[in-house]
């Protein structure tokens, strides 16, 4: 009974890790644009496929992975600087214009998924891990906890730093939060807005390639274009930034880790039928005990 609760804590901490990849990836366009990004799933989707491409050709994760980041950054950059960016300029004042980019996204999620297919065909390809996925031995008894959870969840946690120190200790992370609330305020500054803004869908696309990448080496290895895993990952990345508080890294890492474990011990000591459902009690007892989230701070009222 104890190894089985370790395992499931351990299963949970690995699954949350990679939702809190995702979830931040949802968090970087928010704070940096205002927009929900329902597209981030196609896009690590595709960047994915960038690093599949390094590893044919170079045979190294090592390789494939910073090609992914590389990959994801630029395609998330380039849609927002002609797509995203047209199409806010274009709408016009009011909730319709607060609302159209997020719409828009929906429609673009299905155009990376076709244009995937048509370039790389509807058959499963395969990337091998870096590490080793067999489970750390105690004593008698074999973890699920292997070297590739471990590397999975340290680099989350690399990565939760890195970010949070970028917007909370440098001059970009300033331009960021500033470009996302007051726009005209901070033109008039002196900020870059549309340039601070392309940064950071960049930064959420590389996020996502690397939530991309772990999700599929942490399971059997192989995906498509169809492959119901990546949105199952942008589900439960936007969950866990809602959780944790969509104004959060800190909070999307927390979310993440905490729906993975939920998600865990509800499939191993409730019923596997409970799998698509438990993430959404989750979000509904969240958003009826605190609904900013659990790190997110209320919104002042106004008149």
Same mark, same amino acid.
């Given at each position: 009974m104890m190894f089985q609760l370790i395992n499931t804590f351990l299963i949970g901490i690995t699954a949350g890790s990679i939702y809190a990849l995702m979830a931040m990836a949802i968090v970087l366009v928010w704070r940096s644009t205002r927009v929900i990004n329902f597209a981030? =799933? +196609?896009?690590?989707?595709? #960047? !994915?496929?960038f690093g599949y491409e390094a590893m044919v050709h170079m045979n190294s994760f090592w390789i494939a992975l910073p090609v992914a980041m590389l990959g994801g950054a630029l395609f998330a950059a380039i849609i927002e600087l002609v797509f995203m960016r047209l199409l806010v300029k274009r709408s016009s004042s *009011?909730? /319709?214009? $607060? %609302?159209a980019p997020i719409i828009a996204t929906l429609g673009l999620l299905g155009v990376i998924r076709a244009v995937t297919a048509i370039i790389w065909g509807g058959q499963d390809v395969r990337i091998i891990g870096p590490v080793s996925n067999f489970g750390y031995t105690l004593g008698s008894e074999v973890l699920v906890f292997s070297p590739l959870k471990l590397l999975i969840l340290l680099t989350v946690v690399v990565l939760v730093l890195l970010l949070t120190i970028l917007f909370q200790k440098t001059n970009i992370g300033l331009a960021l939060r500033a470009s996302a609330f007051s726009p005209e305020i901070a033109r008039l500054s002196g900020v870059k807005v549309d340039l601070v803004r392309t940064l950071g869908w960049a930064l959420a696309g590389s996020a996502g390639a690397v939530a991309g990448m772990f999700q599929t080496v942490n399971g059997? +290895? !192989?995906f498509s274009p169809d492959s119901i895993e990546f949105s199952l990952l942008l589900v439960s990345g936007f /969950?866990? =930034?809602v959780i944790g508080g969509l104004e959060s890294l %800190? *909070?999307? =890492?927390?979310? +993440?880790?905490l729906l993975g474990l939920v998600i865990s011990f509800v499939l191993m000591y %409730? $019923? #596997? $039928?409970?799998?698509f459902i438990a993430p959404f009690i989750v979000l509904l007892i969240v958003l009826f005990i605190r609904p900013q989230g659990i790190i997110g701070v209320k919104a002042d009222r106004r008149a």
């Open positions: 981030q =799933a +196609g896009m690590a989707l595709l #960047s !994915t496929y *009011g909730h /319709i214009a $607060s %609302v059997n +290895g !192989t /969950i866990a =930034a %800190v *909070g999307a =890492a927390i979310g +993440g880790l %409730v $019923s #596997s $039928s409970l799998f």
